[in-house]
């Protein structure tokens, strides 16, 4: 199985700042990597697959990147309805698996 | 509106059997591969189960955790996915959401539609 590991596993920023948050797979999954984001109390929604497109109504602040076995999700300026725990998963092989998340809050 | 709505979580006892169903609506259902995800309570998410194809060309596919235990199945006609769990424990306890693939395999394709969840209480 496809071990998908994340860091950090929590940050505290404030509005307007530059967030960044790595994800990395144990073996190459290509270019099959998703982003999920899940807000307090809410289900998860789909923020970026294929590494770097943004799924429909996502905010342009939302960017990701990387191949192979490293890749990034960067929120170029943090808002306060970005508060959420974030989620990275590989979908190259079954089992489909998740990173432990990156919960994300306002400083 | 693309839609999921799940339904049959409730309290079961270690070792019983739950079947949870998921009734789709908004698409057409037989163009997408269907998973089921769960989320123990304050943990991360963990997919269980995906399946994809119809009639004899279905196939699926479970985690670990689960394999021998649990049997995901669709119903083209009603819509619906279900999942089996037999021999249940303690660490099934989780909500469990059905999410629709974006396209018909559930490898190289997200999951880009999540149901609101049923909860499973696995407990004595």
């Known amino acids: 199985d496809i071990q998908m590991t994340q860091s950090p596993s929590s940050l505290s920023a404030s509005v307007g700042d530059r967030v960044t948050i790595t994800c990395r797979a144990s073996?190459?999954?290509?270019?099959?990597l998703a982003w999920y984001q899940q807000k307090p109390g809410k289900i998860p929604t789909l923020l970026i697959y294929t590494t770097s497109t943004l799924q429909s109504g996502v905010p342009s602040r939302f960017s990701g990147s990387g191949s192979g076995t490293d890749f990034t999700l960067t929120i170029s300026s943090l808002q306060p309805e970005d508060v959420a725990t974030y989620y990275c998963q590989q979908y190259n092989s079954a089992p489909l698996t998740f990173g432990p998340g990156t919960k994300v809050d306002i400083k | 509106e693309v839609q999921l709505l799940e339904s049959g979580g409730g309290l079961v006892q270690p070792g019983g059997s739950l079947r949870l169903s998921c009734e789709a609506s908004g698409f057409t259902f037989t163009r997408n591969a269907m998973s089921w995800v769960r989320q123990a309570p304050g943990k991360g998410l963990e997919w269980v189960s995906g399946?994809?194809?119809?009639?004899?060309?279905?196939?699926?596919v479970y985690g670990n955790s689960v394999n021998g235990r649990f049997t995901i199945s669709r119903d083209n006609s009603k819509n619906t996915v279900y999942m089996q769990m037999n021999s249940l424990r303690d660490e099934d306890t989780a909500v469990y959401y059905c999410v629709r693939h974006a396209a018909g395999f559930y490898y190289h394709f997200p999951m880009d539609v999540w149901g609101q969840g049923t909860t499973v209480t696995v407990s004595s």
């Open positions: 399946i994809m194809g119809s009639g004899d060309k279905t196939y699926y």
């Open positions: 073996q190459d999954i290509t270019k099959y």
